[in-house]
């Protein structure tokens, strides 16, 4: 099993800029995809950015062009890069992990089995 722990929240203005991290511990084998997903109150998890371990990079329509996803791999660590934050990005962030994983960095929520305790991100307008 993955632990992950994120970190790297906070509040800014519009505008702004944010870096999240995300730590991994435990086995995470030789091809592995990773995600940071978000959630608004009383909606489902859905998905900002995803990379594998061969370097495969996804991004959604929201997060594309201002969101940037990368992984040091010997950290075992991954990041999102967010700049130009608007209020609608007031969330809490998810990353999340899925080991021994075929598909190249899979989007939807379902594909990942362990998932961090979530990082509150704030955006005042």
């Known amino acids: 099993q993955v632990q992950l722990v994120e970190s790297g929240g906070g509040s800014v203005q519009a505008g702004g800029s944010l870096r999240l991290s995300c730590l991994a511990s435990g086995d995470m084998s030789s091809r592995y995809s990773m995600g940071w997903f978000r959630q608004y109150p009383r909606k489902q998890r859905e998905v900002v950015a995803a990379i594998d371990s061969n370097g495969n990079i996804k991004y959604v329509d929201s997060s594309q062009g201002r969101f940037t996803i990368s992984l040091d791999k010997a950290a075992k660590s991954l990041f999102l890069q967010m700049n130009s934050l608007r209020p609608e990005d007031t969330s809490t962030y998810y990353c999340?992990?899925?080991?021994?994983?075929?598909?190249?960095?899979?989007?939807?929520?379902?594909?990942?089995?362990?998932w961090g305790q979530g990082t509150q991100v704030a955006v005042s307008s």
């Open positions: 999340a992990a899925q080991t021994n994983c075929i598909y190249e960095a899979p989007l939807p929520p379902h594909f990942y089995t362990s």
